[in-house]
């Protein structure tokens, strides 16, 4: 397993990182920083402050170090039943990198940004730093999160996982990633339920009801029967063109059912299976 943490500047990623290490034994990997580095994180780590791991006084080892995403996914690769973590990520071509391997998740990491500020302050007077206004961090964060072409935002707006570190104790932190369960392997690949749960919730983005999208998928043995969605019949116009004149008409919740025309994701997850294929054993998914 391998954890990207990704967020704003002093929102919780290292203290993250610390707890995952010190709780579940997981250990660090870093990127080698480079010229190649978006300038806005180098800003955000290192212009007025120590490096963390620095601030901590750790020691890395040569092998926890790597010049490329691609050396560090090999190397993860190799040992991806040990459990890994790193906040070296800072741009979309790193991210996409680590996303196509079945072992990685993406958390992040985010809090209120008075209180990220009150943390940058203490950590630079902790070193005898001026710390910046708050309105000169407000500048700061907004270039590190929103830069046209570096910002961290659209990262942080593909994680599977969030967290919102909105407290300075330590230990509240800490109960809520106990709560999390980031260790969670189950997190990597969904179990049945929830692989056919998704994919009844994809067939409703195919639904055409001007009242409701709603999907459903029909499996036997741990097989894709049949997939639905509710709305109009075949050869019929589409609800959301006008074909069906009571969903379209703007009547309430239960009134004039009789005269709507769209049939439920169920039924057409059904007739589309036909009375051949559907067995005992079968079990509908739908997700509403």
């Given at each position: ?6 967020g704003?500047?002093c929102?919780?990623?290292?203290s ?36 963390h791991?620095?601030v ?37 071509c ?58 961290l ?7 599977q996982?969030r ?9 509240q932190l ?8 980031l ?10 339920d929830?692989y ?10 195919r639904?055409n ?16 029967i049949?997939t ?12 959301t063109?006008?074909?069906?004149p ?5 009547h ?37």
């Amino acid at each position: 397993m391998l954890l990207g943490l990704c967020g704003g500047i002093c929102a919780g990623k290292h203290s993250v990182a610390d707890y995952l290490v010190s709780r579940h034994g997981f250990q660090k990997l870093y990127l080698a920083r480079t010229v190649s580095t978006p300038l806005v994180e180098k800003l955000a780590t290192q212009a007025r402050i120590p490096e963390h791991d620095q601030v901590d006084g750790d020691r890395v080892a040569e092998h926890q170090i790597f010049s490329t995403v691609d050396s560090l996914v090999d190397f993860v690769t190799t040992r991806w039943s040990e459990r890994w973590v790193t906040t070296d990520i800072w741009d979309e071509c790193v991210l996409e990198t680590l996303q196509r391997r079945p072992f990685f998740i993406l958390v992040s990491v985010d809090a209120p940004v008075s209180i990220r500020w009150k943390r940058f302050t203490e950590r630079c007077e902790l070193y005898y730093q001026t710390p910046p206004s708050l309105e000169d961090f407000v500048l700061r964060n907004d270039d590190h999160l929103y830069h046209q072409k570096f910002g961290l935002a659209r990262l942080i707006d593909r994680a599977q996982v969030r967290l919102v570190n909105p407290t300075s104790s330590l230990w509240q932190l800490r109960d809520a990633l106990s709560e999390l369960d980031l260790t969670n392997e189950q997190r990597l690949r969904p179990s049945w339920d929830q692989y056919f749960m998704q994919l009844a919730s994809l067939a409703a983005q195919r639904s055409n009801c001007m009242k409701r999208r709603v999907g459903c998928v029909l499996v036997r043995e741990k097989r894709v029967i049949s997939t639905g969605y509710n709305g109009t019949p075949r050869n019929i116009k589409n609800c959301t063109e006008g074909g069906c004149p009571r969903c379209n008409d703007g009547h309430g919740a239960g009134v004039g059912l009789s005269t709507c025309l769209c049939i439920h994701a169920e039924e057409n997850a059904l007739l589309e299976a036909g009375r051949e294929r559907i067995r005992e054993g079968s079990i509908l998914y739908c997700d509403t």
